[in-house]
């Protein structure tokens, strides 16, 4: 497969994201996800994601079928999937796989490389390091939310990834997903070892 070089500025292409979601995860490590908005750009290198597949997958929005929150993991791959949890975030995801058979990359943390003052704007009162050190946190200083639901990755648009440095299989970790009830022991959370961006893993605790 041919991709763009390190470093490069033109967006991944969309056979990258038509794999195993497992594999396309590692590889996201070190890439650069970046959003453009007309109160300022910001790009963050991929420090840290999660692997969801689908309806294979408990632990996936889209284990139980199709809904018109999912649908977008049901369609092309390279587009992102943006969702609203607990009442007060969003989470971006980047569609894996061939159209019908939904898996999808949850973007956790990374760190800032373009667009700090914007981000820093959009989380006060938050240390650098803390910015994009988790999901929440990236969509907020990237100023992700509904609106971006739907977008197309691989095309030089709002939103876009590109490859970045590339990172030694040695530094790329492996763990059990954040936060999740079931197939909470599956080791699909992948990170960069020794990156402060990193967010801290915490077991699913039950809501009450």
Not at 42 to 64: I, K, N, Q
Not at 155 to 166: H, Q, R, V
Not at 180 to 199: D, L, M, N, Q
Request: hydrophobic share 35%; glycine share 10%.
């Amino acid at each position: 497969m041919d991709h763009p070089g390190e470093g490069s500025q033109v967006p991944l292409e969309r056979e990258f994201f038509d794999r195993d979601v497992v594999t396309v995860a590692r590889e996201l490590l070190g890439c650069v996800f970046a959003r453009r908005s007309a109160d300022g750009d910001v790009a963050v290198r991929l420090t840290e994601v999660e692997a969801y597949a689908g309806e294979r997958d408990p632990a996936s929005h889209c284990y139980r079928g199709l809904t018109p929150r999912n649908a977008v993991m049901f369609g092309e791959p390279g587009h992102a999937y943006v969702y609203f949890t607990y009442g007060m975030h969003f989470c971006v995801n980047l569609v894996c796989g061939p159209p019908g058979t939904p898996s999808a990359v949850l973007l956790r943390a990374g760190e800032i490389v373009e667009g700090l003052e914007t981000a820093s704007a959009r989380r006060p009162r938050s240390p650098v390091r803390d910015l994009a050190r988790g999901p929440a946190r990236l969509c907020q200083a990237l100023g992700i939310r509904r609106e971006q639901n739907g977008l197309d990755v691989c095309a030089d648009g709002e939103l876009t990834i590109t490859a970045g440095a590339s990172v030694a299989p040695d530094l790329v970790l492996a763990g059990p997903r954040t936060g999740v009830s079931t197939a909470k022991e599956t080791p699909w959370r992948f990170w960069i070892s020794g990156e402060a961006s990193v967010s801290p893993y915490r077991a699913h605790v039950p809501r009450r």
